[in-house]
């Protein structure tokens, strides 16, 4: 079955470094875009950082730009985010998401940036 499964999350200082990693399973990984999104509290989901199937072309939210960096490996059907220079309103679960014809989500990570 497919899964998408996110690690990497957790508490982190502002300024700080975080990795977050998507490892996916159950379909042609290289096929797919993959990007990750963001849901803060009382908020809704928005997009961070998307990547094509072979990972040629990036965007990122203007919010990010400069500090995020994401990136994929299709040896390994994982997709990372890069996220440094940390800030309080970074705080959010991160969620992954893969997009062809179908698209499947992650069950999210919480990234908390708090001093």
């Known amino acids: 079955q497919v899964q998408l499964v996110e690690s990497g999350g957790g508490l982190v200082q502002p300024g700080g470094s975080l990795r977050l990693s998507c490892a996916a399973s159950g379909f042609t990984f290289s096929n797919y875009a993959m990007s990750w999104y963001r849901q803060a509290p009382g908020k809704e989901r928005e997009l961070v950082a998307a990547?094509?199937?072979?990972?040629?072309?990036?965007n990122y939210a203007n919010s990010v730009k400069g500090r995020f960096t994401i990136s994929r490996d299709n040896a390994k059907n994982t997709v990372y985010l890069q996220m440094n220079s940390l800030k309080p309103e970074d705080t959010a679960v991160y969620y992954c998401r893969a997009a062809l014809f179908t698209i499947y989500w992650g069950q999210g990570t919480q990234v908390t940036v708090s001093s």
């Open positions: 990547i094509s199937s072979y990972g040629g072309s990036t």
